[in-house]
């Protein structure tokens, strides 16, 4: 049994991006990163839109404000260096009434405390000429945003991580640990291959991470709720519909973006989405996936419970509109009015982890709670894949703080 400084749990981009950042730190410490699934990038990194957001919606001085805006930087140059896809297309956040526009200035005003260099608000005339099928009375235009494919970002990180010697271990859940005081100084980690002793661990496990946090001994005071995104791809033939990304105002009522036009890295495939259900198991991508024993967990979870008497009508609304395509439909004509129900093909899903606290909120900012002998990363949503080398960076500094201690 090799004994390793540093044992990393999940493969996706927040994994492997925290490897790189333990090396570049220290390149002598050994390292190992241990994924359930047979490949990296499995699920959330996998089922990533590749927007490369730019800091504009998050709360200045909050971690994803300041992560975002060096990470949207840090991953720009790390495309670049690599030979990887990336199109610095720009974004526009629309406003279709004028109600909206007190909202769209509130955006700006958070960008420009976040330091989001570019930021314009726009009229029609500037609208059309960025995106000319758009509709729109005002918009804020965001030329540094830009799309990548997470997936190939990540198997380079990990690429990278192996060569600098990194050992991954694929198809290898992790089930258990001795309790240090039992075993000297280092864990000893029960996998479904063995076990692993190590140092230091870290949970990057994404819509496993509480459940791992408590079978550590962890008691994190939040639950992983998932969230279903579904997409539509606009027909090849109306790709020059869009140019970019085309994002509706927030709306203060839903936690979640809105639906909206993403052109991809891939030969110009449009997204149009996502909408956001109660998905009914945590890798549950279809309507059809079902998990009884994690929705029941779901369910029963008290913070849950008081998020849904909140936000009721708001579900109601996201769930008719994942089972009518009308209603998807009119939703992104607001943004693109020659768009028709013809136009849309179905698309792929992906599940949000997203943390939801004891009393009922979101957890708006990124989590990671630091214990004696593991470091647990509890909420990366977005921008969680934009901030991966910088979330990375942070990580380590923690980590290494515990080994060298």
């Not at 004994?3 to 994994?15: A, P, Q, W």
């Not at 539509?232 to 140019?243: A, G, W």
């Not at 998905?279 to 029963?300: C, F, H, Q, V, W």
Request: with cysteine; glycine share 10%; aromatic share 8%.
């Amino acid at each position: 049994m090799r004994l390793y400084d540093v044992t990393i749990i999940g493969g996706g981009i927040i994994g492997f991006g925290t490897a790189l950042g333990i090396q570049r730190k220290n390149p002598e410490l050994k390292i190992c990163v241990i994924e359930k699934d047979e490949v990296v990038s499995n699920h959330q990194t996998g089922h990533n839109s590749g927007v490369i957001h730019s800091g504009i919606y998050y709360k200045p001085g909050s971690l994803k404000a300041d992560f975002c805006v060096e990470g949207r930087a840090s991953m720009a140059e790390f495309c670049i260096e690599h030979g990887l896809k990336y199109n610095k297309c720009g974004k526009i956040i629309v406003a279709y009434e004028e109600e909206e526009f007190p909202r769209l200035e509130n955006l700006y005003e958070r960008g420009v405390a976040n330091k989001v260099k570019g930021l314009e608000i726009i009229g029609p005339e500037r609208i059309k000429e960025i995106e000319p099928y758009a509709a729109g009375l005002k918009a804020l235009y965001a030329p540094n945003t830009g799309i990548v494919d997470y997936r190939e970002i990540t198997e380079k990180y990990a690429q990278i991580s192996m060569e600098n010697g990194a050992d991954v271990f694929l198809g290898t859940s992790f089930e258990s640990y001795w309790d240090p005081k039992t075993v000297g100084d280092n864990l000893i980690l029960e996998t479904s291959k063995g076990e692993v002793e190590t140092k230091l661990t870290i949970n990057c496990a994404g819509l496993q991470s509480d459940i791992v946090a408590k079978k550590m001994g962890i008691n994190p005071k939040l639950q992983i709720i998932p969230f279903r995104g579904e997409y539509y791809n606009l027909k090849p033939e109306k790709k020059d519909l869009v140019n970019g990304l085309i994002y509706p105002v927030p709306d203060p009522q839903f936690p979640f973006l809105g639906v909206h036009f993403t052109k991809t890295v891939h030969n110009g495939l449009v997204e149009a989405g996502p909408n956001a259900v109660l998905a009914y198991a945590r890798e549950g991508y279809r309507k059809i996936d079902i998990n009884p024993k994690e929705l029941l967990s779901t369910l029963t979870f008290p913070g849950f419970m008081k998020f849904g008497a909140k936000n009721w009508m708001t579900g109601f609304k996201e769930i008719n509109r994942s089972y009518r395509k009308n209603v998807f439909v009119k939703d992104l004509q607001k943004m693109i009015p020659e768009v028709q129900k013809s136009d849309l093909d179905s698309g792929g899903s992906g599940v949000r982890a997203q943390a939801i606290g004891t009393d009922g909120t979101m957890i708006d900012d990124f989590a990671i709670e630091v214990a004696d002998k593991s470091i647990h990363v509890l909420n990366a949503p977005s921008p969680g894949a934009t901030s991966s080398l910088v979330i990375g960076k942070y990580i380590a500094n923690l980590a290494l703080k515990k080994i060298l201690s």
